[in-house]
T-cell receptor, first 112, second 110 residues
Framework: GAGVSQSPSNKVTEKGKDVELRCDPI?????LYWYRQRLGQGLEFLIY????????KSGLPSDRFSAERTGESVSTLTIQRTQQEDSAVYLC??????????FGPGTRLTVT | AQRVTQPEKLLSVFKGAPVELKCNYS??????LFWYVQYSRQRLQLLLR??SRESIKGFTADLNKGETSFHLKKPFAQEEDSAMYYC????????????FGTGTRLLVSP
């Protein structure tokens, strides 16, 4: 089947606007992650969903960031009142909870 | 707190030369260690994990708990090995999120 997909692939937005990024994990994968990768930097953990457990939100940088997941399916990452420092590639990954994670192609967000 | 350190941002070698990409970690428990690779214009993908003790594309990595290291090695680099390599750690308790290093770009020249 298809791998992890993300949409949009690219998003340019004006400072102060809200954006919503979408992730479709591999069917049956119980674990879902969001990471952020700023230019020239490593992957920064944002949030982790595992089954029906409460998500680990410890990586969200501010209260402007939030994420939801519908059951073990689609997840959306919302950034409110975007700032220029939010510009990055946002990566989603899913897994069965153990073993390696499968990554999506990412959404490149540019805040002007 | 758990941390993964990759001291080299760029490693440049000639084809056929040995390669070692360094990774050190800090974690008080027994972690699970991974190497991920991202080739140009492709998505990030798992290369190998320490518990499998396997060799993928000629790469191996041994977990050294004494030195808290998980260096990636290949005896003879190939041009197609050029890519970004990320070391990652998963805790074995609580939320098992992956923590990544900052990555090393490997450039293999002909």
């Amino acid at each position: 089947g298809a791998g992890v997909s993300q949409s949009p692939s690219n998003k340019v937005t004006e400072k102060g606007k809200d954006v919503e990024l979408r992730c479709d994990p591999i069917s049956g994968h119980t674990a879902l992650y969001w990471y952020r990768q700023r230019l020239g930097q490593g992957l920064e953990f944002l949030i982790y969903f595992q089954g029906n457990s409460a998500p680990d939100k410890s990586g969200l940088p501010s209260d402007r960031f939030s994420a939801e997941r519908t059951g073990e399916s689609v997840s959306t990452l919302t950034i409110q009142r975007t700032q220029q420092e939010d510009s990055a590639v946002y990566l989603c990954a899913s897994s069965l909870g153990q073993g390696g994670e499968y990554f999506g192609p990412g959404t490149r967000l540019t805040v002007t | 707190a758990q941390r993964v350190t990759q001291p080299e941002k760029l490693l440049s070698v000639f084809k056929g030369a040995p390669v070692e990409l360094k990774c050190n970690y800090s974690y008080s428990g027994s972690p699970e260690l991974f190497w991920y690779v991202q080739y140009s214009r492709q998505r990030l993908q798992l290369l190998l994990r320490h518990i499998s003790r396997e060799s993928i594309k000629g790469f191996t990595a041994d977990l050294n708990k004494g030195e808290t290291s998980f260096h990636l090695k290949k005896p003879f680099a190939q041009e197609e090995d050029s890519a970004m390599y990320y070391c990652a750690l998963r805790m074995n308790t609580g939320f098992q999120k992956l923590v990544f290093g900052t990555g090393t770009r490997l450039l293999v020249s002909p």
